[in-house]
């Protein structure tokens, strides 16, 4: 079993920068695709940015691409999110999810297809 477990939020203002981080509890999870989600009070958690194994493939939300970039850094087995150029909008709390997956070095975007989630760090961003 693995828990992910997310540091890094806090307020901030607009235009500002932040950087998450998520690493595992339990089981590493180094070689598994991983991704961040986030969620705004009565809304769905909503997909923010994920990436495979490797690294190698990305992928990004259109409200986010250009602005957040995610990385990995597998021999720390950890997970990270820069957020640059924040907005009032980008305010929730995000989670990281994590699937166990060896197959082809695929980075995945729905929630139903990770299985093992972080409690979630908030991120306030303030205008």
């Known amino acids: 079993q693995v828990q992910p477990v997310e540091s890094g939020g806090g307020l901030v203002q607009a235009g500002g920068s932040l950087k998450l981080s998520c690493a595992a509890s339990?089981?590493?999870?180094?070689?598994?695709?991983l991704g961040w989600f986030r969620q705004t009070p009565g809304k769905a958690r909503e997909f923010v940015a994920a990436?495979?194994?490797?690294?190698?493939?990305?992928d990004y939300a259109d409200s986010v691409r250009g602005r957040f970039t995610i990385s990995r850094d597998n021999a720390q087995n950890a997970l990270y999110l820069q957020m640059n150029s924040l907005k009032p909008e980008d305010t929730a709390v995000y989670f990281c999810?994590?699937?166990?997956?060896?197959?082809?070095?695929?980075?995945?975007?729905?929630?139903?297809?990770?299985?093992?989630w972080g409690q979630g760090t908030q991120v306030t961003v303030s205008s």
């Open positions: 339990g089981r590493a999870f180094r070689n598994w695709p």
């Open positions: 999810a994590a699937r166990q997956d060896y197959s082809p070095d695929y980075s995945y975007r729905r929630e139903y297809q990770y299985p093992y």
């Open positions: 990436t495979s194994w490797s690294g190698s493939n990305t």
